[in-house]
């Protein structure tokens, strides 16, 4: 399980890949989502690439896990000395490295961070140090959404629009694969 040691109140990059990809395998895929090749590498190689450029600490959790919430519970209870944490899942290969420091800056002003693009909720979610308990009690397939409705009927959530594509192009399916690889391959406008 690597991960890169976190400085002092710095948040964390949870990279979950626990996930069984199973509607990936339904869509026809041949091999887990995460290992699928997106312009010549696995997809999980993209997504650290971008986690890695970002200067952030990170931490890979792999484990297998029964739910999302398992993930990362076990994720934060491996970081515990974070000062926060966001939470990237695997099949993200388009995020991009300042989408990701942007949402380690917000945590500065709310106790959770919701970014989204063009409309859509996206990924990492940032939870702030003080959620941590909340965090390590999580079980199960909903992952943290408990979390982010509690903070946000306390008034403690900021909704941060991202400009990139990438915090919302997961691949759950081969079409999700093959529409990832054509947003990657585009050339700059």
């Known amino acids: 399980m690597p991960s890169t040691a976190p400085p002092a109140a ?53 484990a297998g896990h029964p739910g999302m919430g398992d993930s990362i519970a076990a994720a934060v209870r491996a970081t515990q000395g974070a000062g926060g944490w966001l939470v990237l899942p695997g099949d993200l ?16 002003h709310a106790a959770v961070v919701l970014p989204s693009h063009g409309g859509t909720r996206g990924h990492p979610v940032g939870f702030a140090a003080d959620c941590r308990d909340e965090l390590l009690a999580l079980s199960g397939e909903a992952g943290a959404a408990a979390v982010v409705h509690a ?21 759950d399916t081969l079409d ?12 700059p406008a």
């Open 176 to 187: 999700d694969l093959a529409r990832a690889e054509r947003l990657l391959l585009r050339p």
């Open 10 to 62: 710095s948040p964390v990059v949870l990279v979950l890949a626990s996930g069984r990809g199973e509607r990936f395998r339904a869509s026809g895929g041949q091999v887990h989502k995460l290992q699928a090749p997106l312009a010549g590498k696995p997809v999980l190689q993209h997504t650290l690439g971008a986690v890695r450029a970002s200067g952030l600490a990170w931490h890979l959790e792999d």
């Open 151 to 171: 903070r946000k009927r306390a008034g403690q959530v900021l909704e941060l629009v991202l400009h990139g594509p990438g915090c919302v192009t997961d691949i």
């Open 93 to 108: 290969p388009l995020i991009e490295p300042a989408s990701l420091r942007q949402v380690a800056a917000a945590l500065a």
